[in-house]
């Protein structure tokens, strides 16, 4: 890994000055999806590998139980901005909420990266995310094709204010209209909400109305495709309805070589993590880093999940810094 982003994080140490220790604040959207602890371990294998380097990084790891907390999300960094921490790596819950308290900590002399999703604010240091628009394309692309190009779909949205599942969901609606005229779309509206559960009532409601014509849905992130796929199962659907999802939850691409899902959208969260924190202290230091880097995604399928570099996304090394 260390190779392939050389010439973007090469802190000419020759000439640097004496080796200091930095306080980097990683702050997630969640704490319990295991997005987030990929992104957590790539964070973490940053900082080991910055350590050999001669340059040490304490990585403080915290953020909201819930995935719709602004108001704790912006206590959070607020209260990093007070301790002020050397940098912050931030995945904005909203675009707009955590605009304040994100300049109000540059203002302040902390140098922000943002990962993710997006914030409407030309100030942080970068933006290191997955295309998302072009992840939702992909989801479009996957089930246009194994509808054959027709029937009815539903997609299921995650929570207004989040940049990068709305990017998603545009993404996927717009490819959609564009490439498969001939899918109707039974329903776009509704909202899953910040966790499983949520998403599985919402789930339940839209195939307890639409379950008999319904033949394709799209999930546009790890926990609205887990509500979705256990409503499924419990309708009767799992397998019959043709369902991509996003993000490589266990159950997800468990559900994926069972043949319940027929495609995951995957990003790389621990590459994500990981260039958070190269880009935090590499700006520290005084490098110039990329306004914006794509962290990538791809589409992994049952006939392709077993190769190495699919495998490698659905199965990140968590175990190896997480302990």
């Known amino acids: 890994m260390k190779n392939a982003f050389t010439l973007l994080f090469a802190f000419a140490l020759a000439g640097a000055a004496a080796a200091q220790t930095y306080e980097i604040a990683v702050i997630p959207k969640g704490t319990t999806h295991e997005f987030w602890k990929s992104i957590h371990a790539g964070a973490l294998a940053a900082a080991a590998e910055l350590k050999a380097d001669g340059i040490t990084v304490n990585v403080i790891w915290k953020g909201p139980l819930r995935e719709?907390?602004?108001?704790?999300?912006?206590?959070?960094?607020?209260?990093?901005?007070?301790?002020?921490?050397?940098?912050?790596?931030?995945?904005?819950?909203?675009?707009?909420?955590?605009?304040?308290?994100?300049?109000?900590?540059?203002?302040?002399?902390?140098?922000?990266?943002?990962?993710?999703?997006?914030?409407?604010?030309?100030?942080?240091?970068?933006?290191?995310?997955?295309?998302?628009?072009?992840?939702?394309?992909l989801g479009a692309r996957r089930l246009g094709e194994i509808m054959g190009g027709s029937g009815k779909a539903i997609l299921i949205r995650v929570l207004a204010g989040s940049t990068s599942t709305e990017q998603r969901e545009a993404g996927f609606l717009e490819t959609m209209a564009k490439e498969f005229p001939k899918i109707e779309i039974l329903s776009s509206d509704q909202h899953a909400g910040a966790t499983r559960d949520t998403a599985y009532r919402t789930?339940?409601?839209?195939?307890?109305?639409?379950?008999?014509?319904?033949?394709?849905?799209?999930?546009?992130?790890?926990?609205?495709?887990?509500?979705?796929?256990?409503?499924?199962?419990?309708?009767?659907?799992?397998?019959?309805?043709?369902?991509?999802?996003?993000?490589?939850?266990?159950?997800?691409?468990?559900?994926?070589?069972?043949?319940?899902?027929?495609?995951?959208?995957?990003?790389?969260?621990?590459?994500?993590?990981?260039?958070?924190?190269?880009?935090?202290?590499?700006?520290?230091?005084?490098?110039?880093?990329?306004?914006?880097?794509?962290?990538?995604?791809?589409?992994?399928?049952?006939?392709?999940?077993?190769?190495?570099?699919?495998?490698?996304?659905?199965?990140?090394?968590?175990?190896?810094?997480?302990?």
């Open 68 to 137: 719709d907390d602004r108001e704790q999300q912006v206590q959070v960094v607020e209260n990093f901005t007070g301790r002020r921490v050397s940098a912050m790596v931030l995945a904005p819950l909203d675009a707009r909420a955590l605009v304040a308290p994100v300049e109000a900590a540059i203002r302040a002399g902390i140098p922000v990266v943002i990962i993710d999703s997006g914030l409407n604010s030309a100030t942080p240091l970068s933006t290191v995310s997955t295309d998302n628009h072009k992840g939702g394309v």
């Open 203 to 323: 789930s339940q409601n839209l195939l307890n109305r639409f379950g008999r014509e319904v033949t394709g849905v799209f999930a546009p992130n790890e926990s609205s495709a887990t509500g979705m796929l256990l409503a499924l199962r419990d309708a009767g659907l799992a397998g019959r309805v043709r369902f991509v999802g996003f993000d490589a939850g266990s159950q997800i691409v468990a559900a994926l070589k069972a043949g319940d899902v027929q495609g995951i959208v995957v990003q790389n969260p621990f590459r994500m993590g990981y260039l958070g924190v190269k880009t935090a202290v590499a700006g520290l230091r005084g490098a110039t880093v990329e306004k914006s880097i794509d962290t990538g995604c791809g589409l992994v399928t049952r006939e392709n999940m077993a190769e190495p570099e699919m495998a490698a996304l659905l199965h990140p090394p968590l175990e190896k810094y997480l302990k």
